[in-house]
C-alpha cells in the first residue's frame, strides 16, 4: 500500500459485518501505520 498513500497519521474508519474481513482489512492498515476505528454491525463482534 505504501506505493500509493500514505497512511502514517491517519485514521482510518473500517465498517462492515464480517469480522474477518475488518480485521484483514485493519491489519493491513496497520502495517502502514494508520491509526484505526473498528465498527461491527453485528452485536457478537
Avoid: C, V, W
Amino acid at each position: 500500500m505504501s506505493d500509493y498513500f500514505d497512511m502514517q497519521d491517519k485514521i482510518i474508519l473500517i465498517t462492515g459485518d464480517d469480522f474477518n474481513i475488518i480485521d484483514a482489512i485493519a491489519e493491513e492498515f496497520a502495517l502502514e501505520d494508520a491509526r484505526i476505528a473498528l465498527f461491527s454491525s453485528d452485536e457478537d463482534n
